[in-house]
């Protein structure tokens, strides 16, 4: 995909970058049990993610505006 051209498709692309960051935290948590701090991070993560997809239904621009931010404040950094 290639760089998003309106701010839903922006938010789509955010949404699914994050969520594949939390798949990785997940698996880093099963795999190490790093503990409940980074169990509450990964709730936080969801938390995000689902925001963005009620944004998204919401068709308020506004609140996807928000979500969209909140989610491209996460690095990529694992």
């Not at 949404?15 to 099963?30: G, H, N, S, Y």
């Not at 990964?42 to 919401?58: C, F, Q």
């Amino acid at each position: 995909m290639g760089e998003p051209n309106n701010l839903a498709d922006a938010l789509t692309f955010q949404i699914a970058r994050v969520t594949a960051k939390k798949e990785r935290w997940q698996e880093l948590q099963r795999e190490h049990n790093m503990g409940p701090g980074m169990q509450f991070s990964i709730n936080i993560m969801r938390v995000a993610i689902e925001n963005g997809v009620k944004a998204l239904a919401s068709g308020d621009v506004i609140k996807i505006m928000d979500a969209h931010q909140l989610l491209a404040d996460y690095n990529d950094d694992d």
